[in-house]
């Protein structure tokens, strides 16, 4: 198969297991999502999703596990989606949320390991798009925060635009002993035709930051970007590969994991053509090479059982 050819239906590695190490649930009867509210083109993610409309998605595609990541900064997501994990089904670790700069940050934490299901957090995120402060992972307040995280045996997920990277390099260089998780590649300015090498600050930032051995980084939310207007047939992939072959480069396969981001993915791509793309961009690599990418790489990110 070429770079440019379409996406292949075959498995990762027959019989290996797959983890989608991003997706999200909510529930709009219960909970408000506010940031669904904050652009048009997000219409289309105004209602429920849940494991049971993730679960026969997932069965059809040889997913076998999930990580589910927090959407909202609110104290009552995480509880919630433990809950969900301690129960039977696909999600085996949750990316929760808990205020870095409170003071308490360590009794948090440990609160929410003995909430049930809490055995199966495995990190926590804060959209560091909702502070004003590009630099602010690299506050003193925030590195408290996540040495907490670190203390815990817990993980950090760093999403972002290419402007917080800086400080993601900063705070993944001030803390080794924490695990930092780059979602969507740090989404990259997509412009085909254009080296990614020459997306700057991004690909700047994405090589100090794959330089430190406590990162790794999710090829997901790239995944579903369709190809530009006019591509040619058989050129499906041609615009995302540079920025896999960069990544891929940059981390190699034993720090770049799989992940769907289910359901934001389904405004340009069902879950199995996500999946697919991902099974087409890796088809170059040796079975032990995909089945990091698929599995393995999440397992030793977030300690999964």
């Keep these: ?174 803390i080794p002993e924490l695990r930092f998780v780059l979602d969507h590649l740090g989404n990259p300015g997509m412009r085909p035709g254009i080296d990614p090498g020459a997306s700057q600050p991004w690909a700047s930032a994405v090589t100090q930051f794959a330089a430190l051995e406590n990162t790794t980084a999710k090829l997901s939310g790239i995944l579903g970007v369709p190809p530009p207007p006019g591509a040619a047939p058989g050129r499906s992939l041609a615009h995302l590969r540079p920025y896999y072959d960069f990544a891929l480069h940059a981390f190699g396969p034993n720090r770049l994991m799989f992940g769907s981001d289910w359901p934001p993915c389904t405004l340009e791509a069902s879950y199995a053509r996500v999946c697919a793309i991902a099974r087409a961009l890796t088809s170059g690599l040796s079975r032990f090479e995909r089945d990091a990418i698929f599995s393995g790489t999440a397992r030793r990110a977030y300690r999964l059982p």
Excluded at 147 to 155: E, F, I, S
Excluded at 159 to 170: C, F, I, K, S
Aim: charged share 15%.
């Design 1 to 174: 198969m070429t770079a440019s050819s379409a996406p292949a239906p075959e498995s990762p590695a027959a019989g290996a297991p797959v983890i989608d190490s991003h997706q999200h649930f909510w529930d709009l009867s219960a909970h408000d999502q506010p940031w669904l509210a904050s652009d048009p083109a997000l219409a289309p993610l105004l209602r429920n999703f849940s494991l049971a409309d993730l679960a026969p998605l997932a069965a059809a595609e040889g997913v076998t596990a999930t990580v589910v990541v927090q959407t909202v900064t609110e104290s009552w997501e995480t509880p919630e989606l433990l809950a969900l994990a301690a129960g039977p089904g696909l999600v085996a670790g949750v990316v929760g949320w808990a205020d870095l700069t409170a003071p308490g940050v360590a009794d948090v934490l440990a609160e929410l390991r003995g909430l049930p299901g809490g055995e199966r957090l495995c990190g926590i995120r804060h959209p560091v798009l909702v502070e004003p402060d590009p630099d602010w992972l690299a506050r003193p307040a925030a590195l408290r925060g996540l040495k907490a995280l670190a203390a815990a045996g817990l993980a950090y997920d760093v999403v972002g635009e290419p402007r917080h990277l800086p400080a993601a390099v900063t705070a993944a260089r001030e």
